[in-house]
């Protein structure tokens, strides 16, 4: 069965991306988000991502792009998303930190599908698709 997934790209007014640092497994930074459960929709999900990781509404602007990893049964949806209301904060145990990055400064513990969501959304791309037959074809999408 294949997995779908939905996340966010918040920018500041300075054009930083916000990051969370998850609170389990690896600990690894990306953008907010999550899987899509069952009977509900992408939008849903992804509001419901954004509360329950970092206590904000959001408004969902365009899709930024979809994300295949056959390999992994697994589909990524990455939206530009704004804040509605709130002040972003980490909500444990899920998520441990919350910050914004400007793209000079992004942590080395991003991992290498988060990146490329990550600089599609710095580079405010538009329903761009890609699909990684392996991890070798996700390292080779970054610039």
Same mark, same amino acid.
């Given at each position: 069965m294949v997995s779908?997934? !939905?996340?966010?790209?918040i920018f500041d007014e300075k054009n930083r991306i916000l990051l969370v640092r998850q609170g389990y497994g690896s600990r690894r930074w990306t953008t907010p988000g999550g899987r899509v459960e069952p009977g509900e929709s992408p939008l849903e999900a992804l509001k419901r991502e954004a509360i329950e990781e970092?206590?904000?509404d959001v408004s969902i602007s365009y899709l930024i792009g979809v994300y295949a990893r056959p390999y +992994? @049964? @697994?589909v990524l949806l990455s939206f530009a998303v704004t804040l509605v209301r709130g002040n972003p904060r980490a909500c444990p145990p899920e998520i441990s930190e919350v910050r914004? *990055?400007?793209r000079e400064e992004l942590p080395s513990e991003l991992a290498l599908n988060s990146r490329v969501? !990550? /600089? @599609?959304? *710095? /580079?405010?791309c +538009?329903? !761009? !698709?890609r699909v990684f037959e392996n991890s070798t074809a996700l390292a080779a999408a970054l610039p």
């Open positions: 779908l997934g !939905v996340f966010a790209s970092i206590a904000c +992994r @049964d @697994d914004y *990055f400007s969501r !990550v /600089e @599609d959304g *710095f /580079e405010k +538009r329903g !761009v !698709v």
